[in-house]
């Protein structure tokens, strides 16, 4: 069965060190995401892209945040100086299509910035 | 922002046992999603709801869209230690159709 992958599982990095969080998306899908979800909390939406650019971004993904997809099958997520509170389970998902489809996500890769 | 509430925050029972977790908004949904997260795992999709007053089954899983669309419930029959974990309501909303969850309930099925 297709699934989504990311690496590492879990990352432990420096704060105001850069990271950069890696996936995988289903091979035919169209839509990929970012989510987070800190300890105990939401999984929140980071952002979305499309057709080899971002869709849409909340709030939370400002400066110190991108993405990319640099060959076709890879989706990262770069933060380029870390700060404590970027400490969280990061998950990339993939979807099919814009209407009720079902959005795949990966097992999520733990950051941990000391 | 289109904000979920889910109800209760924790629940535990023993095994065999019958409940019903809750997803509220104050807003009116196009659909709804229910997930089920496990520790150190991604969400997994259980269900997609869309119409008005839906009942759709999942084995021992009963969800239900109420009729005005800004509520929904989740009825687990004779619960298991493996439905154990945390169940998410989301609603798809943007123009990418990313996911807005809610905080979700924990449950613990006791053996």
């Known amino acids: 069965e297709p699934e989504v992958t990311q690496t590492p599982s879990h990352q432990v990095t420096q704060m105001g060190q850069e990271v950069i969080l890696r996936c995988v998306p289903i091979s035919n899908h169209l839509y990929f995401y970012w989510y987070r979800q800190i300890l105990g909390q939401k999984v929140e939406f980071l952002v979305s892209?499309?057709?080899?650019?971002?869709?849409?971004k909340s709030e939370i993904f400002d400066d110190q945040f991108s993405v990319e997809r640099p060959d076709g099958s890879n989706f990262t997520l770069k933060i380029r100086s870390t700060k404590l509170e970027d400490s969280a389970m990061y998950f990339c998902a993939s979807s099919q299509g814009q209407l009720v489809s079902e959005a795949f996500f990966g097992q999520g890769t733990r950051l941990t910035v000391v | 922002t289109q904000l979920l509430e889910q109800s209760p925050q924790f629940l535990s029972i023993q095994e065999g046992e019958n409940l019903t977790v809750y997803c509220n908004s104050s807003s009116v949904f196009s659909s709804l999603q229910w997930y089920r997260q496990e520790p150190g795992e991604g969400p997994v999709l259980l269900v997609t709801v869309v119409t008005g007053g839906e009942v759709k089954k999942l084995k021992r899983l009963t969800f239900q869209f109420g009729d005005a669309r800004k509520d929904s419930s989740l009825h687990i029959t004779a619960a298991q230690p493996g439905d154990t974990g945390l169940y998410l309501c989301?609603?798809?909303?943007?123009?990418?159709?990313?996911?807005?969850f809610g905080s979700g309930t924990q449950l613990t099925v006791l053996p």
């Open positions: 892209f499309y057709n080899n650019e971002i869709s849409e």
């Open positions: 989301a609603n798809r909303r943007g123009s990418a159709r990313q996911l807005t």
